[in-house]
């Protein structure tokens, strides 16, 4: 089933034609002249007043003769048809879903809670229409189990360098979830503009332990991140005292200068510095 331009024309013109039909039948009616003409004039405007339809901005008539489809109006304003066909208001806007509240397991077997954010509209009216009972509900109810599907291929965070994840990946996450949703919903004759996660956390039972889990890797990449500079602070002092020959160590006074920079720079508190006044001997 796919959509087709149905057949209709403006309809301020049949207005004006309906409005001089009607001068016609009050003029042969007060002139008492009861003839076949104007039996036909009554005819032909009863027929034609059921033909007359609006058609509002972003919106479509679906029209169908006896269970048959014969096209689609999108033309804006007055219009007119064949009377005997059947026009059903179908809109093109643009509408949002929200999903509620969903608990998964992500690709490691983590139970988190998902929603999303779906944009989308109608793009083929007669697919919307026939081919789906209620295309709304249809909408609804593919773009959870898209969701669905969508999360437990991914972890919820990230473990390794090149790894996507559901929290450090939104644009690659949003991009995989629009096409899973598009693919579920183009039999039904619809588009889907955008598609985001509007929720993503832990699932309480669990959210505790990875907090804990989260702190812990944190605090491993901020002790690695400084242990790094440290040694390289180290490298630079020792490397600069010995090109200026400020002072030659041994390995033993190079050995303790380096334990002390490294407990300076690496301690998670401030060191309390111990001042060598020398011996008195």
């Not at 014969?70 to 806007?93: C, D, H, M, Y």
């Not at 996660?197 to 907090?211: F, K, Q, R, V």
Request: charged share 20%.
């Amino acid at each position: 089933m796919q959509e087709k331009k149905g057949f209709s024309f403006n309809g301020y013109g049949m207005f004006i034609a309906v409005l001089l039909l009607i001068a016609f039948i009050v003029n042969q009616i007060l002139g008492q002249h009861f003839n076949a003409l104007l039996f036909t004039a009554i005819v032909l405007m009863i027929f034609t007043l059921p033909g007359f339809f609006m058609v509002q901005p972003n919106q479509a008539k679906v029209m169908t003769f006896f269970g048959s489809y014969v096209g689609t109006v999108k033309e804006n304003g007055l219009r007119w048809t064949i009377p005997f066909f059947v026009a059903r208001t179908i809109s093109l806007r643009i509408r949002n879903f929200e999903s509620s509240q969903m608990k998964v397991n992500d690709s490691q077997g983590n139970p988190i809670e998902i929603a999303t954010v779906v944009v989308w509209s109608v793009n083929d009216t007669a697919e919307a229409t026939f081919e789906v009972d209620d295309y709304v509900s249809f909408v609804n109810i593919q773009s959870e189990s898209a969701l669905r599907n969508m999360a437990i291929c991914y972890p919820y965070d990230q473990h390794e360098g090149t790894e996507v994840a559901l929290r450090s990946h939104p644009k690659e996450v949003s991009a995989a979830l629009k096409r899973e949703i598009q693919d579920r919903l183009s039999k039904a004759g619809v588009m889907v503009h955008e598609a985001r996660i509007s929720h993503l956390a832990y699932s309480p039972e669990i959210a505790n332990a990875m907090l804990q889990r989260q702190q812990a890797s944190a605090i491993i990449a901020a002790r690695s991140k400084i242990v790094d500079g440290a040694v390289g602070m180290v490298e630079m002092a020792l490397t600069q005292l010995s090109e200026k020959g400020i002072v030659e160590l041994d390995e033993e006074r190079k050995a303790t200068m380096v334990s002390n920079l490294l407990v300076v720079l690496c301690s998670d508190k401030s060191t309390q510095p111990v001042v060598n006044a020398g011996s008195l001997y």
